[in-house]
């Protein structure tokens, strides 16, 4: 790559390039920099520091994922809307490891407040809508949705689904199937459910 022409954004995208190919955890500026064949100091006229290319490259990761997910649940409800929503973090996953990793990203309230995540959560409360759950059941849905999704995703990332019978992806239908049954059956809080809140 030449180094003319370097951006912000474009050393964003850049990195998140790297993340996809050698881990999110690798993406440093000096990993950058080498990738531009530039010196390292070139690029913090760019960004600041390696905490900032990696927090960069988490809001590009839940804007990518928001944009993915709002073409995906469109005229859609119901289970539909919700494995079309689950799959696409599943499918983003598969394809970008490095830049779903930066989405898992902590970032702090004010920069998240100002990114994608707040997409993310508005599109779960409408697909929950739709299985007519009200608050607070709303918020242990989302959670338990969030939970489900990242769980399955990270484990069969990480191979843990790849040495048995039946494959994944019939797993995954099941797991969508059963978190349907689960939120048109949603249970009724108990007296130490409440207790416990």
């Given at each position: 790559m030449t180094r003319a022409g370097l951006t912000a954004e474009r050393l964003t995208r850049a990195g998140a390039e790297l993340a996809d190919e050698v881990g999110f955890d690798q993406v440093t500026v000096s990993a950058l920099a080498r990738r531009f064949d530039v010196k390292v100091a070139s690029l913090y006229s760019h960004v600041r520091n390696s905490q900032d290319l990696r927090t960069r490259i988490a809001l590009l990761a839940l804007e990518e994922l928001a944009d993915r997910a709002a073409d995906a649940v469109a005229g859609r409800a119901g289970k539909d809307a919700l494995t079309a929503f689950a799959d696409v973090y599943r499918d983003y996953a598969r394809e970008h490891p490095?830049?779903?990793?930066?989405?898992?990203?902590?970032?702090?309230?004010?920069?998240a407040?100002?990114?994608?995540?707040?997409r993310h959560a508005r599109m779960t409360r409408a697909i929950l809508r739709g299985y007519e759950?009200?608050?607070?059941e709303q918020t242990h849905a989302v959670r338990l949705l969030g939970s489900v999704f990242h769980g399955y995703v990270s484990l069969e990332l990480g191979g843990a689904f790849s040495h048995s019978a039946p494959d994944t992806q019939q797993t995954w239908t099941r797991v969508l199937d059963a978190l349907d049954a689960?939120?048109?059956n949603w249970p009724a809080?108990?007296?130490e459910s409440r207790t416990r809140g």
């Open positions: 490095g830049r779903y990793a930066a989405a898992q990203l902590r970032l702090d309230p004010e920069t407040a100002a990114g994608a995540g707040v759950l009200a608050e607070p689960l939120l048109r809080p108990t007296s």
